[in-house]
Each structure stands twice: as structure tokens, then as C-alpha cells.
């Protein structure tokens, strides 16, 4: 097993050639992702966000550290729950109305455009923890579990370190959410 503590420096580098908006539009797009990111979110509580933070992290053999992951989780939890999730609440309360008021299809659009900035600045803000490290803290280190386990990484590092309260026994027993995680997984580059 690798070396949890010591940072790879190659992989590091290696992360920062891929800005995190941009590994998100690409994962996003392979078959399965949407479905199985919005069944998380849907029926597990998931910050989409977070879990494309974990996948592009671990695509370069890297995990967040879980003590200096805690304060930045929660940053992102409020935003998402402040700004995103308002939007989202207010394009799907629309829906219905949209589909036979032009004008409220329209405004609709908008602030489905809206909700995509939102979390877009939300993967911004956390490829800008990941990268703008201050001098002597480590937020990254070298992913722990081996890519053949990927499934049960991701599993944990959603639901073994939240701390909210959520029982990693409910993800456990819904085949579905498994199903979604090994989705995720597979499709994601080995390290």
C-alpha cells in the first residue's frame, strides 16, 4: 500500500494541470455520471460538487485530508445549501408553470443558468483549497485505497467522515447508491 502521509509531488503537479470545472464537464459527460450523480444526490443527500471534488482528486492518486478537509466541507455545505440549492428549488418549483407560460420557461432557463454558475464557483472555491495550500499545511495526501477498491474509497470518503450524523449502514443496504458509486468509479482514469 502507498505511502498515505508523504504527498506525491508528480501527482500533485500533475492535478494542477487539470482545473476541476474542467475534469467535472469531462466526467459529467461519460455514460452513466449524470444519472448516477443525481440518484447520490437524490436519494443519499450528496453535494455533487464534493463528489466530483473526491473523483478528480483520486483520478491522480489523491484523497483530502480528513483534518483539514472538516472546515472547508462545511464552507461548501453552506453555499450549496445558501445559493444552490435556493436555485435548484426555485427552477424545479417552475417546471410545471414553464411548460405552458413562455415567459416563465424562459425565466426558468435563467436560473437554471444560475444554479450551473453556483456550482461552478462552488468547484472553483474547492480546486482553490486544494491548490492554494499555505506554506507547511497538507490538505492533499496520496489516495489510500487501491484503484480496484475505488468503489468503497468514494463510499468513505462520502459517508464515513461527515460526521452529520448520516449511518454509513443506510448506504450499505441500497443497492442503488452502490450501484451509482461503482458507476462513478469505473468510470474514472486509474491512477
Not at 29 to 51: H, M, N, S, Y
Not at 103 to 116: D, F, G, H, S, T
Amino acid at each position: 500500500m502507498r505511502d498515505a502521509i508523504a504527498l506525491d509531488s508528480n501527482r500533485l503537479h500533475r492535478l494542477q494541470q487539470t482545473p476541476l470545472w474542467d475534469f467535472a464537464l469531462a466526467f459529467y459527460a461519460k455514460p452513466g455520471i449524470e444519472e448516477a450523480c443525481l440518484t447520490l444526490q437524490e436519494e443519499a443527500g450528496v453535494d455533487v460538487c464534493e463528489l466530483l471534488l473526491h473523483c478528480w482528486l483520486y483520478s491522480f492518486g489523491l484523497e483530502a485530508k480528513p483534518s483539514a478537509f472538516a472546515l472547508q466541507r462545511e464552507q461548501r455545505h453552506l453555499w450549496q445549501r445558501q445559493v444552490t440549492q435556493v436555485l435548484r428549488t426555485l427552477r424545479r418549483d417552475l417546471k410545471a408553470s414553464a411548460a405552458s407560460n413562455e415567459p416563465v420557461a424562459a425565466l426558468r432557463e435563467i436560473i437554471k443558468q444560475a444554479e450551473l454558475l453556483a456550482e461552478r464557483e462552488n468547484l472553483q472555491r474547492w480546486q482553490a483549497w486544494v491548490w492554494e495550500t499555505p506554506s507547511g499545511e497538507q490538505r492533499v495526501v496520496n489516495a489510500s485505497e487501491k484503484s480496484s477498491d475505488a468503489a468503497n474509497w468514494l463510499r468513505k470518503q462520502l459517508f464515513l467522515r461527515q460526521g452529520d450524523g448520516r449511518s454509513d449502514g443506510s448506504i450499505k443496504c441500497h443497492k442503488m447508491l452502490l450501484q451509482a458509486l461503482q458507476t462513478l468509479t469505473g468510470q474514472l482514469d486509474p491512477h
